[in-house]
């Protein structure tokens, strides 16, 4: 059984995917989703041996072999051309990774900007955001959620069609222009907890022996974003 996060992630993937689920670990959501006859073919990419072993396991184990390919490779270079993928998913990393990896997949030219993208970052979510701003992504939904007193982001990305202009403002990419335009429970107490968070920090830098100005300066501003968005 998926874990909410995941099944999230899995709720979004289009029936009859190719999938290519980068850093997929125990290979646990490209198994489900086979399993569940939702996807017709998948890689599994690991780059750590660890994992990638815990993945080709699972996958023969389920007696899946022949339709989800495990392979060992440093993010979407373990994506070939043959394998026509139209799905991405990139979960439980920070932000900035998986940014990494999607820009690794433009140049290596495994990513070629017509699959729909599956990100759940752990953290540095506006990283993954203007990632997308920059590269001809467009945000079709956002989800966020709360799991074992986690929350978790996930962003759904497509191609921009046509010739559309996108753009997105500041607090669209800090807080998710989904997201902030829904303004759910899960959503509001996450950044309740970052504001009360920052409001500390700024506490007990003011009471610091050494001034922090650029400091006190940049956390000041994060926190009347949040506290404009709060109020
Ligand atoms: N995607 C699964 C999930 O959401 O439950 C596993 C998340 S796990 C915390 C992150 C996995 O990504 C680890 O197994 C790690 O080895 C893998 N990983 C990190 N960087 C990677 C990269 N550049 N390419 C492929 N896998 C990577």
Known sequence: ????????????????????????????LPVALMLAGKID??????????PFESAKAQVEKSGLSEKIMVRLADGMAAVQEADAIDTVTIAGMGGT???????????????????????????????????LLDNGYEIITEHILEENDKRYEIIVAEPCKGDKQLS???????FGPFLMKEKSPVFLAKWQ????????????????????EAKVAELTLELQRIEALLA
């Not at 997105?168 to 800090?174: G, K, N, P, S, V």
């Not at 009360?196 to 050494?210: D, F, G, I, P, Y």
Request: aromatic share 4%.
């Open 193 to 212: 907890q970052e504001a009360e968070q920052l409001r500390r920090v700024l506490q007990q830098l003011q009471q610091a022996t050494t001034p922090q």
């Open 41 to 50: 073919f998948a890689v599994a990419g690991e780059v750590v041996k660890g």
């Open 97 to 131: 990774l998986i940014a990494q990896i999607l820009a690794g997949g433009k140049v290596g030219g495994q990513l070629k900007g017509t699959e729909r993208l599956v990100l759940q970052p752990n953290v540095g979510e506006p990283q993954v955001r203007l990632w």
């Open 168 to 174: 997105y403002t500041q607090d669209e990419l800090f």
């Open 1 to 28: 059984v998926l874990s909410k996060r995941l099944s999230v992630v899995g709720q979004e993937v289009p029936q009859g995917a190719r999938l290519a689920d980068i850093g997929s670990d125990h290979a646990y």
